[in-house]
Each structure stands twice: as structure tokens, then as C-alpha cells.
């Protein structure tokens, strides 16, 4: 510290009793007035903004701000959002007026992500993991000037809370980076209450804005189509198939650790897992990542010790949030920052999905399978890279849409880092996993090559036309730590 | 080669994932064929040749047929433009 060590005693300067402070009352936070709060955040061209998700397709902050930014004719921002909706359709003319020039974001659904594949930004699409937009944010990579926050309750200091309010979305933990190293942060919240606000996510000494609103959206939003067990008997095939490969892999004894996604053959694979732990008397430590009702039934039931909560995937999370002690919130960084020690180390198991799967075991979730912006890593790289097994999960037939091919469309997750995919026609181990590859023929699986998995899916639906992409880069599948795994290309119209 | 003649308004198959919707009906004098397919831009010139094969199989050489794909596979699709030409040449039962 040069400060100690460099004091020059006749430098210090004493305060006058004339300069002594005066027990003075602080500005107030609160406004209802957006072009004031505009006035004094002075946004100016080129900068960056950011906006959290966990009202999914029910949040209507990132239109509300982005169009106000648009009013105020600001151009050539770069939008940091964690991830984008259908209901952000609405931010395709702010695309091609210059408003938004790029975007940074983990998932993008709906006919923002197709306008962007056809050209529509003028800049780039930087397409993260969860883990590695923390990482971009609290390393200074990617600098914020203004974050805001959709609030589901705030006091009139900024202590925001996840759980009150009548658009409460459970835990925050997408926007703890934003709140941390934004430049400013502005908390846009439907629900003022008394102070202090708690359990708060981000507290009032981050928080230098309050924003009152008449809504931040709709929380019957956040339930997205996929968080459903999937009654298709296909699916409940591959569900058990995993089960059988999870416990051939050894990982399934006491204390294991368990995370999956909202699909449906993921939830599967949930509830069969219960039934296999209450049948086999086994206790694991934690699940972790987006929670759904599922996992915590199984947390209040003893099945795990606590859950690690990014994101209540349903309502009944958020009331679990709310009640019980040991489901516990998990910033992104916790989490999946690559450059820090995270929950996604400790994981054994991790259920996820692919879009596309190549022979080298790469996997995209980013574009479907007209090519266009229809997804992204969220914690898909993270989980792949730091759990022992994981395991993807897919159809190989469904709508003869190709699921294994010699190259994705885009890779999100590196092959390197996934180890099995279980299909309804057989289990392909990647063979950089020897070990697999011998406990499950060991267990009788149905083990086979994926080459030979291809081959056949091929004789029976014909092979695919390749999807037509321009030369002209959009985009980057950016990996976890920050270099570039893939490019992004505008489609063909 | 026999030959079928389509004389109602006839469909079969369904509009869910993996399946396909046949519709027939009488012809102008030859096969007007229209395709809306999930994956037509992977597989729109497959499942040409399959629905055109079929009805040539089948003896229809005069038809409007609209189908609506789901992702149906090869067995799906003729067996389905199948059942739409038996029921579109049926005669009435009095």
C-alpha cells in the first residue's frame, strides 16, 4: 500500500472544525420520471447497457429502456442481455435504424434471432455461456455503463429481491455481475416496499437508480413450453437408457452431485432418477443450475442436501426459494466463471440437449435447423466441461430434422468436453472416454459408433441438403474463457 | 398400367410432428403438386420424388394434390398418399 508506505507527515492536512460534515440526508433513489433518470445516466453513442432474464419471455424492461434509448435517437449501442426472447421481436427495427449495433448475449429465441441471421445488425452477435458472460463482466472484458435490473421488489434504497412483488422470479443470479461492475445501475421495479427489502439478491450499496414502473412484465412468462416431463414413449426411452448409463458409470453412490436441463426428455431422466434413488436408498449432495419443481420435491423429500439455484425454471421454485433454507441462490459467476472456483466443478453429472451432434462429439444448441439464431450455450459449456460425465440427450429421428451429422451448423460446445450421447437407437461413448466405453459394454448398453449411428439414420431419413449460409460473419460462438470456437454466418435468404 | 381416377375431395395423415397431410382432388388433366414441409429446404426435392412416384405407382396421372409435411419419413409419406388416393377414387356407396 503506497498510501502507508509513502506518508509524508508534513503533507496530511487536518479537517477544519469550518469543513466538518453535517449529518446530511442522502439523494433520494427513487423516480417515476424516465427522462430525468435519461438526463442524468447521459447515455451516449456506442455505449453498453445490459439487461438480466429470469422473467424469460414475460419481461418487457429490455423493450421498455432499449425503445426509450431509441426516442432519444442513441445510436450504435452494443446490448448486453443475458439472454432474448420472442417478446423481443420488438427490437428488430432497433436493429435496422442503428439503435442496437451489438448484441452480447447466451440465448436468443424467436424472430430476433432470424432477423439477425438475415443480416440485420449492423455489427456482431458474441454468443457466451452463462459462466463466460460472468467471467467477460467481472474481468473487465466487457465494460458495462448501465446495467438494469428488472426488479421484482426494491426498497427505496435499491435492496432488490427476487422473491416479493407480484412479478417475483425467484433468484437473481444472472445479474450479479451487472450489479457489481456496471458503471451505474438502475433497478426497474413494479414493486416498492418498505425498507429494508430482504432476502435482497443485489443490495442497496450497488444500486445508484430505482426506476418505478407500471410493469416489468408478466411473471406467468417465466414457464417456458419445455419445462414438462415429456410423455412421448421415445423420450421415456432415452430417459431410462440414461439412467441405466449413469449408473454404469459409477458416479451414482452417496454425495453425487446432478444437474439437468428443462426439456423434456431431461426432466425425464429427473423423475426416474428419484424413483432409482428412493429405490436404492441413495442421498446426493446437490443439484444445481436452472431449478424446476421437480428438483425441489426431491430437496424437500432429503434426496439432495441443497440445491444451487441460477434461475427458478417454474413457480414452484420460487416459492422453494422462498421457504427452504438449503436451496440456495448461485450467482452466474458461482456458477460457471471459468477463472474462478464454481459449482460446475463440482458436478458429476449433467443431463444436456444438442440441436445437432457431429462425429467429433461437438455439439450445437445455437442455430436450428434452418441455420438461423435459435438458442445458445447458457450453461451448456460450463456443465460440459466441469461435470465428469455429461451426457447429451436427443431424438435421432424426430420431424427428420438430422441430429448427427459430420459438422454442426455452429459449434456451442466443444467435443472434447462431452462424453456420451444416449439416442433411442443406441448410446455413442466419444472415445476420448475409454473407460466409459468399457463399463457400459461391461453393463450390457447398447453401445455403438456414432459414425455407424449416422450411417443408419441417414439410410432411413436421406441425407439432409446442407444448410446455404453467405461468406458474410455475423457473429462468434464465443467458449467459456473468452476465445473464439466458431463462426457465425448470415443465412441465405 | 392401371389407372385410377380421383373423383372426390379425399386426405389422410395429420399435421403432427412426423407426419404428413395428403390432400387430393380432381385434376385439370395432369399432377399439380403443392408442398409445405418443415424441412423443405433439406429434403423438399425427396419428398417431390416420393409423393410423384407414389401416385404414378398408384395410376394417377390427373390430380391436385397439397400435402403439409411435418417431417414425415419416406414409409410415411407413401403410405399416407396412398390412403388419400384409395379414398379420393372410391366410388360412393349408394
Known sequence: MDYLNNIDLDSIKIIDKSEYPTKGIKKDKVTNDIDNLFKELNIHDGAVVSFHHHLRNGDSVTNLIMKHIQKLGIKDITLVASSLFPTNKELIPLLKDGTIKNIVTSYISGELGEAISQGELKGYIIMQSHGGRARSILNGEIEIDVAFIASPSSDNKGNISGVNGINSCGTLGYAIADSMMAKKVVAVTDSLVEYPNYPADITEDYVDHILLVDSIGLKSGIVSGTTMITKDPIGLKIAKDTLKVMEASGLLKDGFSFQSGAGGISLAVTSFLREYMIENNLKGSFASGGITGYLTDMLEEGLFDALFDVQCFDLQAIESLKKNPNHLRMSASQYGNPEVSTVVDNLDIVILGATEIDTNFNVNVTTGSHGMLMGGSGGHQDTAAGSKLSIIVSKLFSSRIPLIKDRVDVITTPGSTVDVLVTERGICVNPLRQDLIEKFKEAKLNVVDINELKAYSEKIMGVAKPIEKTERVIGFSEYRDGRIIDYIYEVKR | ?94
Not at chain 2, 9 to 18: I, T
Not at chain 2, 25 to 49: A, C, F, H, T
Not at chain 2, 63 to 87: N, Y
Open chain 2, 1 to 94: 398400367m392401371h389407372e385410377t381416377k380421383i373423383t372426390k375431395m379425399a386426405k389422410a395423415g395429420s399435421v403432427e410432428s412426423n407426419d404428413i397431410l395428403v390432400m387430393i382432388s380432381p385434376g385439370e388433366g395432369k399432377i399439380d403438386l403443392e408442398i409445405e414441409s418443415v424441412v423443405y429446404n433439406q429434403y423438399g426435392d425427396d419428398i417431390r420424388k416420393t409423393i410423384l412416384d407414389t401416385l404414378q405407382e398408384e395410376g394417377v396421372t390427373d390430380a391436385k394434390v397439397i400435402v403439409k409435411d411435418k417431417g414425415a419419413l419416406d414409409f410415411t409419406i407413401r403410405a399416407r398418399v396412398k390412403a388419400c388416393v384409395k379414398r379420393g377414387s372410391e366410388q360412393d356407396e349408394l
